[in-house]
């Protein structure tokens, strides 16, 4: 049998075994790591734990044993804050390391001026450095997001990155970027990881949420789309992260995420929580998956602040999803598939079906892990 076939397979009686309330060691290992050795290491399996609501939002936590070994990969928030990488605009200057510690400066090879939809990144560190599409990177002439989930092999090249921009209107100031600390909530990010267009992207940052009210008489949303227009509108550019600024809509959104923090530590204490699952009234729309808790734990301040953003830019509703919902949910897909990989580091897999979509990055090195695991309920 294939490969594909048998991951397939795999993620058919995973969901299954998910919809009984429980996923053996064995089945948790196509899934999660790949290898016989780390589903043995899981524990118990996997568990989806009744939902953490709060107002329209429904957070289903997804609990399991400890999982793979993930302390190798490096994030792009630890990387970029540490000096371990470098992202700067295409055609900018860039400094490199020599192995012993001396600064090069290095022109991409690719020369030209830089480029809304282009970036370059250097890892210097000696660890693999895992990106997630729709982390934010600030600074540059344009504050971006990451357009595919990857990973950046120890002391690589310079790689181009693909991105999408999320500040309309700026085009000025530095070559390099900071780790802005977040992830852009659902409707952009799907725009940027799914569709892949820039304009729907910047569509997505304008109104907030390119979802559906859940009917006519449901509430008005909390960031209603003219306001949160006008917030990120300051300043002559339209600026994401200002959603997240200490303004009053930002303050509101930290209000909305910390209370949203504080009921899951709560009703999590003592399991070990490797992901969740998100409903928006009655609506079971993201998931995002990891390869252990320790990994999930590291994401999580950020994702946890997307989620409430998506919530308040959505109306109102009466409706709530149930577990039984989000089980449903994690059913793999078996629509179109395509496959990216760089051989001896990753392998990049999007299938798509019907208003659906899932992306799964899996890192070959230094063993066989599904890194991360993540399905939308696409809104267009």
Known sequence: MERGSLLATGLRGLALMLAAGSVAGAVATVWWSGTAQAGKAAGNGWKVLEPVVYENLSVFPVVGGPGADTGAFLTLDEALASGEAVVTEQGGEMIRRTRDGRPVPLIHPQGGGATVNRLVLINRSKRPLVLLAGEVVSGGKQDRVIAKDRIVAPDAEPLPLDVFCVEQGRWSAGSQFAAAKLMAHPSVREKAAVERKQDEVWSAVRSGTTARNAEPSAAAPRIAASELTATVAESGSVAYAKIYDKSRVGQSVATFAEEVERR????????????????????VAWSDLFASGQLFERYWPKLVRSYSVEAMARAGSKEQASVADAREFLQPLKGRETVESEPGVYRWRQVTEGRYAEIELEALVPKGMKLHWMKVHRTS
């Open 264 to 283: 899951f530590r709560r009703a999590t204490k003592g399991q070990t929580v490797v992901g969740v699952v998100v409903a928006y009234g009655g609506e």
